[in-house]
């Protein structure tokens, strides 16, 4: 007989610390579906993905019920769409969007991922087609989501695509300005961009992957952050370890889910991802963590230190808990998304330098943060490009997702709605880094060795 | 397959015969059970085997946590296999 005490733990966990599985995503490769003849790559494209991915929402119900847990969302990732489309002209790409749309209203899911472009060393005529269609791509649709990788630590950094993108974010801001610019929530700019990450907005479907996979999202702030405040002011070896044991119990259910949706879909189980994802709910922040580890509010000093040891604990407890791990795999700290970072960032002790510093010891990086709408392309795309610099030079993904809400300024709130919650706009520096940024060209990849 | 139906809440009488009562009635077999009460906070954790189930995990799931409800107490009918994956390596 199974122990009360564990029991009792599990139904805590989910009923008062909003334990839950944050997405199933299910990755499915478009390549069979290339065609010249653009209809019919609709078409393909529309079949597919309505046809592999029919049962997913009805199995994932299904899980829910027989194990008592809550699974958030239901995702698919496809194939990088400007692979798939290479031949299309922005126009195309625009009308397929619409197709991916279509799909996802059909099959119920919360979000399509792989409106895609990797072009971390340069851009084919198809990548560029994409980038161009991204704003009025997700400006017409709901639940399509788009990433761009624009660097990686063996190609280093694409600064054409640096700057290409900072326009292309204040494009998507423009054409969404009606609702706070939301459509920059669906963007994200990516170095070393995972191939088999089922969080949006940036999972796809890579290149390497089986024809379908199914990919778990675990989440579980809430249940760390009781974790370590019910362990007291232990040292940090006992800290660590209490981290670790949570995490181990948070993964093993995204493993049962993951290989019981695989078995129910008849598709391959792929990985699953042990990243910390915080709501805007109470009780489920990532800064909660922190400060339950002994911080006054999230962004002071030692916020870094604490995220690190977070972040490695995490990852060493959920690695033995699963027989495959990927995606992201860390704890995320997106700023509308997580109550604590918006009180932070509202009391002004998280600050955009902070967050900066924050994402190089966690996983993904400057992620849903508001920004002022009159902010220019030229110091969005160094914002890219700092963000970026610190994924390729520690071989990491690191992202950004900043919102230039239109229309708002600092001291303003912008609204998102459901997961993506609220965030207040945060400050920036005035001073240009035009010259910079139009410099054109590539940063070299770092060297790998004289570390220091 | 086998299920957890835990019974939380505040103690009374007859929160046993009722949950008994419901598994009887829908052909789930009460195989493993064990309850303590905590202060006033009563908690039951019975495993029952689902294999003569009357109708489907679901109906089964959700009429037990309504008739739950009706008495003031939480029950949830959970597999087995999330407690053993969670709890045992």
């Known amino acids: 007989m199974l122990n009360t005490h564990d ?41 597919k993905i309505t046809r592999s991915a029919k049962n997913l929402v009805s199995v994932c119900e299904e899980l829910e019920a027989t194990y008592g847990i809550p699974i958030v969302n239901k995702r698919i990732s496809v194939t990088p769409i400007s692979l798939v489309g290479s031949g299309l002209s ?46 009025e791509a997700l400006s ?29 974010i204040k494009q998507t801001a423009y054409l969404t ?15 070393n961009i995972p191939e088999d990450n089922p969080f949006m907005a940036g999972a796809l479907h890579g290149v390497g992957e089986p024809d379908t996979v199914i990919n778990v999202g675990v989440s579980g702030p809430g249940v760390v952050a009781v974790a370590v405040r019910e362990a007291g002011d232990c040292d940090f070896s006992t800290l660590a370890d209490t981290v670790k044991k949570i995490a181990f119990k948070i993964t093993r259910v995204g493993q049962l889910i993951a290989a019981e949706a695989a078995a129910r879909l008849g598709v391959p189980y792929g990985i699953v991802d042990l990243s910390l994802a915080p709501t805007p709910a109470k009780g489920d922040s990532v800064a909660e963590i922190l400060e339950n580890m002994g911080l006054e509010r999230c962004g002071t000093h030692g916020t870094t230190a604490a995220l690190a040891l977070l972040n490695d604990a995490v990852k060493k407890g959920g690695v033995m808990a699963s027989s495959h791990v990927g995606g992201l795999s860390g704890a995320f700290i997106p700023v509308s998304e997580d109550r604590g970072m918006i009180d932070a960032v509202r009391r002004g002790t998280l600050s955009l330098e902070k967050l900066e510093a924050m994402t190089a010891v966690c996983s993904v990086g400057l992620d849903m943060i508001a920004i002022p709408g009159d902010t ?11 963000e970026i610099s610190i994924g390729v030079a520690n071989t990491k993904t690191t992202a950004v997702r900043v919102i230039p809400v239109v229309g708002k300024g600092v001291g303003d709130s912008a609204e998102f709605g459901g997961l993506l919650g609220y965030a207040p706009i945060m400050p920036l520096h005035g001073e240009s880094c035009e010259r910079f940024i139009s410099r054109g060209g590539r940063i070299p990849a770092p060297i790998h060795s004289l570390k220091n | 397959m086998k299920a957890v139906v835990t019974v939380t809440g505040k103690d009374k009488v007859g929160i046993i015969a ?28 019975m495993l029952v085997e689902l294999e003569g189930l009357s109708t489907d995990f679901r109906t089964f799931a959700e009429n037990i946590t309504k008739a739950g409800k009706e008495s003031s107490v939480d029950i949830r009918v959970m597999h087995e296999d999330i407690f053993n994956s969670m709890h045992k390596i």
Do not use: W
Not at chain 1, 24 to 43: A, K, N, Q, W
Not at chain 2, 22 to 29: D, I, L, T, V
């Open chain 1, 7 to 47: 029991v009792l733990e599990t139904i805590k966990m989910i009923r008062d610390e909003n334990l839950d599985i944050r997405t199933v995503t299910m990755g499915i490769s478009l390549f069979d579906c290339i065609s010249d003849d653009p209809e019919r790559l609709e078409t393909r494209i529309y079949d």
């Open chain 1, 90 to 135: 922005p126009d195309g790409f625009v009308r397929l969007a619409g197709v991916l749309e279509r799909a996802a209203n059909t099959l119920g899911v919360n979000f399509i991922g792989g409106f895609s472009a990797l072009v971390q060393k340069g851009a084919t005529a198809g990548a560029a087609n994409l980038i161009e269609a991204i704003p």
């Open chain 1, 140 to 168: 017409t649709t709901e639940h399509i989501c788009s990433s761009v990788n624009v660097a990686s630590t063996k190609a280093g950094i694409n600064m054409d695509a640096v700057k290409k993108m900072g326009e292309i």
């Open chain 1, 177 to 191: 300005r009606e609702r706070d610019s939301i459509g920059c929530a669906k963007l994200v700019v990516f170095a």
């Open chain 1, 376 to 386: 220019s392309a030229a110091t969005i795309s160094g914002i890219i490009a700092d």
């Open chain 2, 18 to 45: 009722m949950a008994s009562a419901e598994c009887a009635k829908y052909g789930a077999n009460i195989v493993d059970i064990s309850q303590t009460v905590m202060k006033e906070y009563f908690a039951m954790i």
